[in-house]
């Protein structure tokens, strides 16, 4: 089996969020599997950085009017995944972030930006470009490379089988009918409805419609988006996939998030000895200014600052928060009005509230193991990766029931009504008192040393690692092929036709 896995971003190569962080570990967990899997995306400036042993194996042929990219190969820094970076001056190379500027709008050519990944991901799949290598299946992930599956879908029977994953439906990848000579794709999809919606050009649309399989990242959110409330739109598309639309929970990378061995931390702990998690807690609190005290609960809070993520809520539970003689810190960034209100709440609680506005990896390492308490809430989660990462450090996630929080958190009075391992506190509605509500009852508990500790306890040992999820994944791409067959060529010819591929492209 032979794996083209696709994003617009893997940790630590380019990070917004937690598809980079499931754009490195899934794929790692495959090929520990036995599988050939292989990464393409863009090269950003900060890919070119970071990827190890970088060489060019292929000059790309002009695709969406550009004429100025070439295919770079490389491994992912500190493990043996390999990995394609498409490096187009005019498209990637550039200051601001990965989607927008630095002034936070969104690049103007990001249609073409992506389409073009799509087409060289075609390209490579089809065994267009010499690399000596041609995947059974190509896993395109989230609207950014959408129009991998149509254009694939363009070739007849002789392809390699596409799976699409959505990571959140909310964002659409939706473009003006006019960018659609910057994407390559014939007018006939848009004026036959293929990729149209609502008058515009959906790389999502395309994505769900093409794929011979298709995913979400939870169970719970494969069900909420078959509905109107949580489809955005697409979830009639959905429904009409039927069998082929299936939900898979996502996982964490144990080697990346793990308190026994975190290199972050000002010390290192496991379930059976957490008193490092005190020192952590009492370093997080110097650090960010707090007053240091291992008594006082400490809530953290690491998100993108947006309406989805609850964080107008959070924004108004801080008084609540303080006036419990409970501390509160952010880590994030996101929407500016979100941002100046943390940064007052700051002011006006010192010792008890910081706001970092910004975001920094080891940071949010040291948030995990300082924190007592997560708050993980919002309105709708495909997935959700920090609640996770806070059950793995002995964290208690403060979750609301949905999508992938509901599947993954177990609230502390489950153990009364249903004899569940609890794990955390689960509110219903997104609402300031539903979030005060659960926030009551977990400082409650953490005033009981001893519940606190069982609780503590039962979190860590919850498995959320890729193993179980990349046998799914497995399952599905075994599926997607059925008796299609693709023989790879020896390595030994593989070695050489890309050693000759450096040699004149050097030349």
Not at 19 to 42: E, F, K, W, Y
Not at 173 to 198: H, K, R
Not at 305 to 313: G, N, P, Y
Not at 349 to 378: F, K, M, N, T
Request: with cysteine.
């Amino acid at each position: 089996m032979r794996v083209l896995f696709m994003a617009s971003e893997a940790f630590p190569l380019a990070k917004t969020g937690g598809l980079a962080d499931v754009s490195r570990a899934l794929p790692i967990a495959l090929q520990s599997r036995g599988i050939d899997v292989r990464l393409l995306m863009p090269g950003y400036p900060s890919a070119l950085t970071r990827i190890e042993k970088p060489r060019i194996i292929a000059k790309l042929e002009p695709a969406v009017g550009v004429n100025d990219a070439v295919l770079i190969a490389g491994k992912m820094p500190d493990s043996d995944l390999p990995v394609y970076l498409i490096d187009s001056p005019q498209l990637y190379r550039r200051d601001g972030g990965i989607y927008q500027d630095e002034n936070g709008e969104e690049w103007p050519d990001n249609a073409k930006r992506f389409a073009f990944l799509a087409h060289i991901g075609a390209r490579l799949a089809m065994g267009r470009i010499k690399i000596a290598w041609q995947p059974n299946v190509v896993h395109a992930n989230d609207w950014h490379t959408g129009l991998l599956p149509l254009l694939l879908s363009m070739e007849g029977v002789a392809r390699p089988r596409t799976i699409f994953t959505t990571h959140n439906m909310a964002f659409q990848g939706n473009f003006p009918a006019s960018a659609l000579g910057d994407m390559g794709i014939p007018e006939q999809f848009f004026a036959g409805g293929a990729v149209e919606f609502y008058g515009q050009v959906s790389f999502l649309k395309a994505g769900l419609t093409f794929a011979d399989k298709v995913t979400t990242v939870s169970p719970t959110y494969a069900r909420e988006i078959l509905t109107p409330e949580y489809g955005c739109g697409m979830e009639g598309i959905l429904r009409a996939r039927g069998k082929d639309f299936s939900g898979i929970l996502n996982g964490i990378d144990l080697t990346m998030w793990d308190p026994a061995i975190d290199t972050c931390l000002a010390q290192t702990y496991q379930a059976a000895d957490i008193a490092g998690k005190r020192a952590c807690k009492l370093a997080l609190q110097r650090e960010l200014g707090l007053a240091e005290n291992p008594e006082i609960p400490l809530i953290g809070y690491v998100s993108r600052l947006t309406h989805q993520k609850m964080a107008d809520v959070i924004a108004d539970a801080i008084p609540y928060i303080a006036e419990h003689n409970a501390q509160f810190v952010l880590v994030g960034e996101g929407d500016p009005r979100l941002e100046a209100a943390f940064v007052a709440a700051q002011a006006q609680y010192p010792g008890h509230v910081a706001a970092y506005i910004g975001y920094g990896e080891p940071l949010a390492h040291r948030l995990q193991a300082g924190s007592d308490i997560l708050l993980a809430p919002a309105r709708f989660e495909p997935c959700g990766l920090t609640q996770l990462y806070a059950l793995r450090y002995g964290t208690l996630p403060v979750v609301r029931k949905t999508g992938g929080l509901a599947d993954t958190v177990v609230d502390a009075n489950a153990e009364a009504v249903g004899g569940r391992i609890a794990t955390g506190f689960v509110f219903e509605k997104p609402l300031l008192e539903d979030v005060k509500s659960a926030l009551k009852r977990a400082l409650a508990l953490f005033r009981e040393p001893l519940t606190w500790r069982r609780l503590q306890l039962q979190a860590m040992a919850q498995n959320f690692s890729w193993d179980a999820s990349a046998v799914e994944y497995l399952k599905l791409y075994r599926a997607a092929c059925g008796d299609i067959r693709m023989d790879a060529l020896p390595e030994a010819q593989i070695d050489r036709m890309d050693a000759e591929s450096t040699r004149q492209i050097a030349g």
